[in-house]
């Protein structure tokens, strides 16, 4: 199909340019990309970004997503309000890819994908995996960004907020949507972020909330509001989530305040909070998991597949989304842009996107993802639990994190930097 524009030709070649910018890819590597992957291929990615702007017909591999605008930016509501079996979009015929490498770099988070998912993937297409682990998203992102491409990674897994700016500056490669014929699974809720227009750069992974979690067996109360984590009876049994943007964040819900609040006298109240429950902690836990199940602590901030992670050895701990409101939040898979294993990383993303992958990566790390396929074979009690998949009155309370850059992240990292001295 052809369109009636006298101009198309100028439109869409501008039009490659500023994607080419954007993706800061140079014509010489185009060229070669080309050469290596083949032309079709290699153009995917910038021929969907035209087709976008409505200056070319989509390939194929695009237009067979049956993308729908939303502006729901990253989490798929809980089953109860009908979004978590929102249908996956119709199959489409995948391109087969050039052969893979032999091995892959992938960097996640620790327990955070099913028991068997690495050993299944190299049986399957007889790739190596190498499995780097973190233990905080700072640490991640100075990793990933230390060289401007990836810090040697492949693949790995950042929060949905900070897609843009990893796409801003070059960190992460579009993706090769025609390698990825399993991401027609996807939710139709997911399938067009507003953080990642048409997933050109991510595929989204796994969504929670922030809430705490309890031991029973110390603390017999049943509770609901964030002022338990502030309650001098648990003295020394306190954790908190070694997180700066979690842990003002649960200041803020505890105070009343804005969430995500840039102002100094919100930031200083939200700090103060945190001085005045400082001498009740533990400790900031980076292993809330190890921390709670080991006994170390009674109570802590916690996400809620991490809680989940709890009850395999602890069947009795208890999680609580709070009454005032909690954080959600949802992260990715992604491709450095100095991935040395391109293909194997595309390959592992659909791997991870199949309906029974995604299940049991589901199943095992307690966290539920974007995966509509997948629904029918995630746990029953999983989705029925909801301190899991919360109901939709729950969910209207709860609030995503936002990327904090320059002056603002300045305010956030100077007040953090004072607390934890």
Known sequence: MTREHDGSSVDLERQLVQ??????????????????????????????????????????????LGVVPTTNPTAAPSATAGASASAPASAAPAATPPTAEKDLIVYNWDS?????????????????VKYVRFTDAVTQMASLRKDGKGGGYDVSYPASTEIPGLVRDGVIQPLHIEWIPNIVNLGTDWQNPDYDQNNLHSVPNYWWTTGFTWDPAKIKDDLTSWASLWNADYSGHI???????????????????????????DLDQALASLEQ????????????????????????????????????????????????????????????SGAQHPIAANLWIDFNLDARISAANSNYTGYLGPNAAAMTTIDPRLLADPN???????????????????????????????LRA
């Open 112 to 128: 955070y994908i099913g028991e068997n998912t690495v050993a299944e993937f190299e049986d399957k297409y007889g790739i190596k």
């Open 19 to 64: 994607v080419m910018a954007e993706n800061r890819l140079t014509r010489r590597q185009l060229l070669e990309r080309m050469g290596a992957l083949g032309i079709a291929t290699a153009l995917a990615p910038i021929v969907a970004a035209c087709a976008q702007a409505g200056l070319t017909s989509p390939s194929p591999s695009a237009s067979a």
């Open 388 to 418: 899991i998949n919360p109901a939709a009155a729950v969910y209207s309370k709860l609030t995503e994190l936002i990327q904090l850059e320059g002056a603002d992240l300045d305010k956030y990292t100077q007040r953090w930097n004072a």
């Open 239 to 265: 954790g908190m989530l070694d997180d700066v943007q979690e842990c003002f964040a649960a200041a803020s819900f505890h105070l009343g305040l804005p969430i995500n609040s840039t102002a100094d006298s």
């Open 277 to 336: 429950q400082k001498p009740l902690l533990r400790k900031y836990t980076d292993d809330d998991i190890g921390d709670m199940t080991s006994g170390q602590l009674w109570i802590s901030h916690a996400w809620s597949g991490d809680w989940v992670q709890m009850t395999y050895d602890n069947p009795d701990i208890k999680y609580a989304i709070p009454s005032e409101g909690a954080i959600r939040g949802s992260d990715t898979m992604v491709v450095t």
